[in-house]
């Protein structure tokens, strides 16, 4: 977990003149009314028809409907409805919906697929360059597989893709992990310095080779691969599925991800845990009926103020300049193009 250092044409056709036709006998005039009045029959039975098919096909308007509650159909799992887009069905008939609604719930369904969740795979390199900007300083968050330093920050070896440290033991759980899959390899052999340096800040038996290693080791694809299930075991998988549960969509789940990835996943006042349970007695979750955007500003202030109790964490802007800033801009979820700052330097997701 490393420290704060640093978006052909149409036809009409002309009707033929009429011919004229005969005066019509008494006989006929009933004979003609009769297969109107039929025919207008017929007709409105068809346009009735053609309306229900349009509009009531099974699927599809299970999957319209539940666009419009907010809810994902692959997965039946309830978020909060998108403010100013939930639209009442309206009917021209019992059991019949309006043409145009069904227009509309298509088009619901489009901006909920273009509002996918974070584990989307578009949604999620966001958020890893998100992060990237504010951990790294960089969008190339896989370029930092071979990321290793010591920012003095009180944790040791700060390193990888999210900021594996030495003393908080996720840099112990990334090194056992590759070695269970990758037997025998560079790193493997720092184990035991790793337990004996976890909580602390020393460097102890991880003299610069470690650090000469750590950036062989990233070439290994292997390696790379235990980078990233540590990081989705540890860290993103977690913080989504909460944020899910909790009825938030893409910006929200962002947001509990980036807090666990700086502060932990723990209970305490300034890990993960302890931030939601204060926002949450501030303000109802979605799940809980709450308003989206209101929870998240209390999430964002809670998140704020735990940083705010460690001067490595005095600079703020991850939150203020981008995070609320996206909240602001009412982008739930977490739609491109996107631009914000991170102490001080501009970025841009097109």
């Given amino acids: 977990m490393k420290n704060d250092i640093r978006p052909p044409r149409s036809h009409r056709v002309v009707p033929a003149q009429p011919t004229p036709v005969p005066a019509a006998t008494p006989i006929h005039r009933k004979i003609i009314l009769v297969t109107s009045a039929a025919f207008a029959l017929i007709l409105v039975v068809a346009v009735i028809t053609t309306t229900v098919m349009v509009t009531n096909q099974p699927e599809a308007s299970k999957n319209h409907a539940s666009a419009l509650r907010g809810v994902n159909p692959s997965s039946a799992q309830a978020v909060h409805p998108k403010r100013g887009s939930h639209k009442k069905l309206t009917y021209i008939a019992p059991g019949?919906?309006?043409?145009?609604?069904s227009i509309a719930s298509t088009a619901a369904s489009i901006v909920f697929n273009a509002s996918a969740d974070l584990t989307d795979p578009r949604k999620k390199d966001i958020a890893m360059q998100l992060v990237s900007s504010a951990e790294n300083s960089s969008l190339d968050w896989r370029a930092q597989y071979a990321y290793i330093e010591d920012i003095s920050d009180g944790r040791g070896y700060t390193g990888g893709i999210i900021g594996f440290t030495s003393g908080t033991h996720d840099m112990l759980e990334l090194v056992s992990?590759?070695?269970?899959?990758?037997?025998?390899?560079?790193?493997?052999?720092?184990?035991?310095?790793?337990q004996k340096v976890d909580g602390t800040s020393s460097h102890a038996g991880l003299d610069t080779a470690f650090v000469a290693d750590w950036k062989t080791a990233a070439k290994d694809p292997k390696f790379q691969a235990a980078q990233d299930y540590e990081r989705d075991t540890v860290y993103f998988n977690p913080s989504v599925q909460q944020a899910k549960a909790d009825g938030l969509r893409a910006l929200g789940q962002f947001m509990y991800y980036d807090a666990i990835v700086m502060h932990g996943p723990g209970n305490d006042g300034v890990s993960f845990g302890g931030i939601r349970a204060t926002a949450m007695a501030k303000a109802k979750t979605?799940?809980?009926?709450?308003?989206?955007?209101?929870?998240?500003?209390?999430?964002?202030?809670?998140?704020?103020?735990?940083?705010?109790?460690e001067a490595a964490h005095d600079d703020t802007s991850r939150v203020d300049t981008l995070q609320r800033l996206f909240l602001t801009q009412d982008n739930l979820g977490l739609n491109t193009p996107l631009s914000w700052k991170t102490y001080g330097d501009s970025y841009t997701i097109n």
């Fill in 96 to 101: 019949i919906p309006d043409p145009v609604a």
């Fill in 286 to 309: 979605p799940a809980q009926g709450g308003d989206e955007t209101t929870y998240l500003n209390a999430f964002l202030a809670a998140r704020k103020a735990a940083m705010l109790t």
């Fill in 177 to 194: 992990y590759y070695a269970k899959i990758a037997p025998g390899n560079i790193l493997a052999k720092y184990i035991p310095a790793l």
